[in-house]
């Protein structure tokens, strides 16, 4: 189960990047901030391969907490910006976009799988690396 699990976060993740990395070039011409949408969307693409990675490499809880706040971050950015014109917020571009198509469609079913099952690999994984072991056996006067 693990295995599948990590499998879902990380394809998840990679379809968020794959879908970033190729907009990239499209959102140069966004205005706003001091980050360039192009910009935004490179590091938002090579952050979701990285957490991709990280899960793959190391099941562990920091991993896939590290994975849900990417995937949910860019979930609840991308719902953000389809329903609400916010301008420009800080740094941050006006990345306004009230159209839908294929690749939204896409990389909002990546991330939200993604999301999902970090929290469910997030919750089924063991804190430590290994068991405590059981000190049942002992007397009280040892434990």
Known sequence: MGLIIRLLVAAGLAADAIVHWRFAPDMAYVQGGSIDGDLLFRIQAAVAAVAAVVVLTYARRWSYALAFLVAGSAVGALLLYYYVDTGALGPLPDMHDPAWYTEKTIS????????????????????????EPSRAHEPAARR
């Open 108 to 131: 909002l079913a990546g991330e939200g799988v993604a999301a999902l099952a970090a929290i469910a690999g997030f919750a089924l994984t063991r804190t430590g690396s290994r068991a």
